[in-house]
Every structure is written in structure tokens, then in C-alpha cells.
């Protein structure tokens, strides 16, 4: 899954010959799973339809401050515009263009939209190559990339113009993995390997029985989700849930029982950089597992149970730089029993959910928990939805791992 999956796109055309190439640009976001926005300058209208773009994002595109609709003005909301994309493309970015972004004209919606907007601006310059290399050019590449404005070189190449050299606007393949690249190299988890355990283990009791739990694994999908999108690559060691996930930097390793979990999560440990156990692991498997489905000739039966390994207290045991992290699930005397697990298995962290608490647990969308770090440090949030559970907890790891 590419990192604009999700991510709204606001998509900035001005008037040069490389606009007919912003329909593929378009179809490239739409098919990583962006949302796109197009806004365009009038000139942008000469080179490619608003009806183009419009049918391939699926968005009505905006050119002018207002739109007139029978009788009717409508005023198209450029401030909204700016806040709604989490990043605005301005490709082709023309000359003209670039020099009044610089010096903050707002004379057309899409040069107002860019002054309203606050997150990342890229721009893929696409001029003739004398405009390219002129001084006033240059000085607007200057100021707007130290406004913190990301530009995407232009190529060079055989020119509208007929000239051969700089100037050519990227392709669109180019800035999509230009931005994807850019984005990922400024995550924080970028080249950290973190391992997330999930759901419930099976212990087989026979062929056909076994005994579980009822965690749905969604605590740990989301926290695998969270770290893939903090550009970590992720290990996520899961047992039996309905909960999937596809996502390039997110390797999934199904188990079934509380041993195959303990052997995969040793395979992958000492590789890893951080290491967050939200599974429910089994602490008791059947001593032995019958081989044929046991026939009820009884009125009571009784099975054996022993002790599974603990995954957590081994990694503790073991752990060199890796950040480890596990949950505790209490019912009583909370905050004390959370902190002697936390001591007791060498943990840098704890995230303590108590089965007091109202949307806590295991089944459902939303979580109550409290950090508690090594330090000493405890954090009590209030309740969430486990996708906020999960970005807190790893805002929270990626904060202590850097203090
Ligand atoms: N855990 C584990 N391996 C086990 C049992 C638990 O890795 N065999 C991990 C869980 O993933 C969780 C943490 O240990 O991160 C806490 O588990 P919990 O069952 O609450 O605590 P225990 O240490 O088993 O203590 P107790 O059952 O006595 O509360």
C-alpha cells in the first residue's frame, strides 16, 4: 500500500503545454488510494479540460473565486480548499506562477489556495529552458523552497519549443515517487523495524477444540498500521482474528498457538528496533493434545493445562536496544500490579488497560489505557478510538526513545 493511500491531494495546474500531462497524474494518485482535488489557474483551462480532470478525480475542480449556477453566485471556499489537502501538488508549475507564489500575489483561487494552505507544497516546475535558467526564476525556486516549499526538478529533454535542455516537467511517475519518497524519508520511523504481536491464541485440545480468548487483534492491527505509516518496516506476528491488513512495509505472520508465537517472535527479535506485545497469549495450553476428537463417555472431563511460555518476560531477558513494550490487562489494584510487570519483565513501557473502564478491552473500536514508562512517567488518556490509542502509544515511544 503506497503512503498517499488516504491522503488528500490538492492538485494545483497552471497554464503550460505539460497540463495534458496532469490527467495521468491524476489517474497515478486516484490508483494509490489518494483523494484529488484539482484547482486550476484560468490559463491551465486552454491546455486541459476542468471536465478531464473532474471525471478522473472524481471531484469537481475549481478555477475561479466564484461560480455562477443559474441565478446564483457560489463562492469557492479556497480556505477550505487549503486545509483540506494534506499535501498540494502544483504541477505543472509555470514561470509566471512560481514568481507570484514568491511574492504572495493571490490574483487567481489557486495562488489564494496555496497562501491558505499549511501543508507540504510541492512544485514541479515546466518552463522553456531559458525561462528555467533565468535569474528571476532562479530567485523563485530560492524563496519558495525557503518558505519550505519542496520543488521536483525539472527534466531535460526536447522541449515544446522545439530546444533541447531544461525545463521539462517531471512525469508523472517521477513525482509520484518523488513525494512518496519524500514523505517516507521524513517519517520518523523511517529505517526502524519494529515487531507488534496481536489477537488471541489458539491452545488445541484436540483435532478439532481449542482453547481462546476473545481479542479481536484490533490493537495490534492499528499499532502495525500506525508504525507502517511512521515509514517503519513492520513485523506483525498475529494469531486467529478477522482483522486484515495490506500495507508494502507491513509483513504479516500468521500463528496459531502460543509456542508458534514465541518461535516467531525470537525469529524476528534481535533485528528489530521496537517491540510492542498486544497480543492475548494463552498463559495455559493443554499438556497433551489428544489425537483423535475426544468422544464425551463421561459426564465431567478434566484436561491438564500447563504453563505457555512468556513471550514478553523472554524478551525482556534478552533485549540489547530494543524498546519493548507490553500490555496489561487488570481488574484491581491497577496502577501497582502494571508497574511490577513492568519491573518484572525488564519492559521500557506499559500500556495498562483496566477492565473497570467503560469502551476498554478487548472486542471493541475504542480503548482506555495509561503509559507507563520506566522513568517512572504515567500517562492516563482518556477514551479513544484504537487508532488514536495507537498513534498516542507510538508518539508516546518514538518521545521517550529520543529524550
Ligand atoms: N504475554 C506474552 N506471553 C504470554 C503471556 C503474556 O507475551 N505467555 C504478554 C502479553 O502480550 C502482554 C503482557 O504479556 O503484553 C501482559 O500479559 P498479562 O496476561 O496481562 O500478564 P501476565 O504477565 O500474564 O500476568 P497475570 O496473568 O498474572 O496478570
Keep these: 500500500m503506497s503512503i498517499l493511500n488516504g491522503k488528500n491531494v490538492l492538485l494545483g495546474v497552471t497554464g503550460g503545454i505539460a ?7 491524476v489517474r497515478l494518485f486516484i490508483k494509490l488510494g489518494a483523494n484529488v ?75 489564494a489556495t496555496y497562501l491558505s494552505a499549511k501543508c507540504p507544497v510541492y512544485f514541479a516546475p515546466a518552463m522553456d529552458l531559458d525561462m528555467y535558467k533565468h535569474p528571476s526564476t532562479m530567485e523563485s525556486f530560492e524563496k519558495l523552497q525557503s518558505f519550505g516549499n519542496i520543488m521536483i526538478p525539472a527534466g ?56 481462546g480468548n476473545h481479542s479481536s487483534g484490533k490493537m495490534g492491527f492499528e499499532i502495525a498500521k500506525a508504525s507502517a505509516n511512521l515509514g517503519a518496516e513492520v513485523v506483525l506476528i498475529t494469531g486467529p482474528t478477522h482483522e486484515n491488513v495490506t500495507h508494502s512495509l507491513i509483513n504479516v505472520v500468521p500463528v496459531v498457538s502460543a509456542s508458534d508465537m514465541y518461535n516467531a517472535v525470537h525469529d524476528h527479535f534481535k533485528t528489530v528496533d521496537i517491540a510492542i506485545l498486544s497480543a492475548a497469549v494463552a498463559d495455559f495450553t493443554p499438556k497433551v493434545v489428544a489425537t483423535q476428537k475426544i468422544k464425551k463417555k463421561s459426564d465431567t472431563l478434566t484436561l491438564e493445562l500447563e504453563r505457555t511460555k512468556d513471550i514478553l518476560a523472554s524478551l525482556g531477558e534478552i533485549k540489547t536496544k530494543q524498546y519493548l513494550v507490553g500490555f496489561a490487562l487488570e481488574t484491581n489494584n491497577e496502577l501497582e500490579n502494571a508497574k511490577g510487570k513492568l519491573k518484572r519483565k525488564n519492559l521500557n513501557l506499559i500500556v495498562l488497560n483496566s477492565l473497570n473502564d467503560k469502551g476498554a478491552g478487548f472486542k471493541g473500536n475504542t480503548n482506555k489505557v495509561t503509559f507507563i514508562d520506566n522513568t517512572g512517567d504515567i500517562a492516563e488518556h482518556d477514551l479513544k478510538s484504537k487508532t488514536d490509542v495507537a498513534s498516542d502509544l507510538l508518539n508516546k515511544i518514538i518521545e521517550n526513545r529520543h529524550a
Design 37 to 111: 482535488k484539482v484547482v486550476m489557474t484560468p490559463a491551465a483551462k486552454d491546455f486541459i479540460t476542468p471536465l478531464t480532470l473532474s471525471t478522473l478525480s472524481k471531484n469537481p475542480v475549481q478555477y475561479s473565486f466564484t461560480t455562477e449556477d443559474n441565478d446564483t453566485v457560489i463562492w469557492n471556499d479556497h480556505v477550505g480548499l487549503g486545509l483540506w489537502g494534506d499535501l498540494f501538488v502544483i504541477a505543472p508549475a509555470t514561470a509566471n506562477t512560481l514568481s507570484k507564489m514568491a511574492s504572495g500575489t493571490s490574483n487567481n483561487l489557486l495562488l
Design 156 to 211: 531535460s529533454g526536447e522541449l515544446a519549443s522545439g530546444l533541447v535542455g531544461e525545463g521539462r516537467m517531471a512525469e508523472p511517475e517521477d513525482i509520484v515517487a518523488f513525494i512518496e519518497q519524500d514523505i517516507l524519508g521524513k517519517l520518523p520511523l523511517r529505517g526502524q523495524k519494529v515487531l507488534v504481536t496481536a489477537g488471541p491464541t489458539y491452545e488445541a485440545i484436540d483435532p478439532v477444540r481449542f482453547i
Design 19 to 25: 497540463a495534458y500531462k496532469t490527467a495521468a497524474l
